[in-house]
């Protein structure tokens, strides 16, 4: 799914984020990507959304070169991507609704669809009723869901999440992740930079961690199948967030996280 | 088709209730647009009436012609019938000196002086209207020259030279009108941009997300073409409410003056092609002034 063959990137400040770098990441996986803050974990994520490009080296995403992603063809890569970020990048004068529905309004999907599909994906993330509500009047673990479920809602094959936990305390985290590991097990590529050593210790994924841009140490997942921990959450069934290619609505439980 | 158009309505309104969220500005820009649109307006309105006003002028081509101080009253009919009889001419009014005199005596004030006068210093006088076929110049200034060479005639003066000096003046005020409308046309391109330019300054965060979800530079462009095409209607609305007032407001004065000169003119609005002209006019500004502006700064605005 996404590939760094030895990648560099140098700010033009002079500062290389991200040094000499090799790194794969395969269909359906889940990886956790540690380190201290300024070890190149945002600048590899950003890398992978364009939202930087490579100094050196090649990085394959999805099957795409993005060296030959031309600047006009960039939104439309992004569009194959869910990005969550630690600081939510919502809109705030807008409600929840038109948050979430953001991306489906960029890929020009009919109203009644998108209606369907934000109702959909905030229920994964149990916000289900919130539509009207605007994301400063939300808590922050709440805000974070709405980003969460934007990330979702064109149905990506990969999930990119920056320090997705950060602002959170642990029960929150742990609420948060649980979202994330139930897309890993519909098959959505999951990605998560995290410094959270605690809360990633709990989880049986994979962990690549950085230092000074480098990968120094890239633990595969523990042989032990990969148990969801609880914070007494009810379950969404697996079923209920494969990404579909077909139109077809997803008809969930009424299910709330809170 | 059908998504592609519910978008555009979505966006279209979208826009306006974002300019109606901010009534002050968006007030102030309106009222800008609208005057420059008005200035170049009310000019060409002016010109306009000051054409059709004139207009009756054109057909004023009557030719004096003054025959000799000594010629008879008989001379002159004898010119008069020889002149009557030319296929280019459609009417001779002869005025004899001694009604010249009286006329003159009535209407000029000089009455006292005149009868202090021993002869009449008036010639007799003709009026010739040539036919309605031949008002061109060249068969007018043809038919002077003939005139001319009649049987006792003295002058002939052709009363159309400040006719077409009028209208050339004119036609240089046409051509200013022009060129102001392109100058303010200019002027309210830079004023949309401007606005538009803040707009974006404004609405920065959310454009970064937008690009950042995977938003083109033309879907994040959209809102503001939309925001420019708005400015500019109710720009061109504005104007045209402003040409109207001000011809409301001239148009009794005028019509008095019009009454002491003993004519029917009225002051003409600008119409509805006009307001149709400037209602166009200024969306297509306000449209061209957001897409420069908004082309150049959107494309500049990525996600960090």
């Not at chain 1, 770098?21 to 990507?33: N, Q």
């Not at chain 2, 200019?186 to 803040?198: D, E, H, K, P, S």
């Amino acid at each position: 799914m996404i590939r760094f063959d030895h990648v560099s990137k140098r700010y033009p400040n002079g500062r290389e984020a991200v040094s000499d770098l090799s790194l794969a990441i395969g269909r359906g996986e889940m990886v956790f990507l540690t380190g201290h803050s300024g070890a190149g974990k945002s600048t590899l994520l950003k890398l992978i959304a364009l939202i930087e490009r490579p100094s050196r080296g090649t990085l394959v995403v999805n099957g795409q070169n993005t060296a030959a992603v031309r600047r006009s063809k960039i939104p439309a890569f992004r569009r194959q991507i869910g990005v969550v970020f630690q600081d939510h990048k919502l809109l705030m004068d807008r409600p929840v609704y038109d948050n979430v529905g953001l991306p489906l309004v960029i890929a020009g999907v009919p109203e009644k669809e998108i209606q369907k599909r934000v109702r959909a994906s905030l229920d994964q993330v149990g916000l289900l009723g919130r539509e009207r509500t605007r994301p400063i009047e939300l808590s922050t673990g709440e805000q974070q869901r709405v980003g969460i479920a934007r990330a979702i809602i064109a149905k990506p094959a990969l999930l990119i999440a920056d320090e997705p936990t950060g602002n959170l305390d642990p029960d929150l985290a742990i609420e948060v992740m649980n979202i994330f590991k139930r897309f890993n097990d519909v098959g959505v590529t999951v990605l998560i930079a995290s410094h959270d050593v605690h809360l990633i210790e709990r989880y049986a994924v994979r962990r690549v961690m950085l230092a000074q841009g480098r990968v120094v140490d890239g633990v595969d997942a523990p042989p032990t199948p990969a148990a969801e921990i609880t914070t007494g959450a009810p379950e969404v069934p697996a079923d209920a967030l494969r990404p579909t290619a077909t139109n077809a609505p997803l008809v969930l439980p009424d299910i709330r996280l809170d | 088709m059908k998504q592609w158009f519910e978008r555009h309505a979505q966006t279209l309104v979208g826009s306006l209730g974002r300019l109606w969220q901010h009534p002050f500005a968006t007030l102030l820009t309106v009222i800008v647009i609208g005057i420059a649109l008005a200035l170049p307006a009310c000019l060409h309105v002016l010109v306009q009436n000051v054409r059709v006003a004139s207009g009756g002028w054109n057909n004023a081509l009557d030719i004096s012609v003054y025959m000799e101080p000594d010629a008879t009253l008989e001379q002159a009919k004898r010119a008069a019938e020889r002149i009557r009889q030319r296929r280019d001419v459609d009417e001779v009014t002869l005025i004899e000196a001694d009604a010249a005199l009286e006329e003159f005596r009535k209407h000029s004030g000089f009455g006292a002086a005149l009868d202090a006068l021993k002869d009449n210093p008036l010639p007799h006088a003709l009026v010739v209207r040539p036919d309605a076929e031949f008002r061109d110049s060249g068969h007018v200034d043809a038919l002077t020259k003939e005139l001319d060479k009649v049987d006792g005639v003295d002058l002939v003066q052709l009363d159309t030279a400040w006719v077409s000096r009028f209208n050339a003046i004119l036609d240089v005020i046409r051509r200013g009108v022009f060129l102001a409308a392109g100058l303010f046309a200019l002027g309210i391109l830079v004023i949309v941009g401007n606005t538009i330019r803040l707009d974006i300054e404004n609405r920065r965060d959310e454009i970064e997300v937008t690009k950042l979800v995977g938003g083109s530079d033309a879907f994040v462009r959209r809102p503001f073409l939309y925001n420019g095409v708005w400015y500019g209607l109710a720009g061109g609305l504005t104007a045209g409410a402003i040409v109207a007032i001000a011809v409301g407001a001239l148009s009794t004065p005028v019509q008095r003056i019009a009454g002491l000169y003993g004519s029917q003119f009225q002051l003409e609005g600008v119409g509805v092609p006009g307001w149709l002209a400037l209602l166009a006019g200024g969306a297509a500004l306000g449209w061209l002034g957001s897409f420069i502006v908004a082309t150049r700064e959107l494309r500049e605005i990525e996600p960090k």
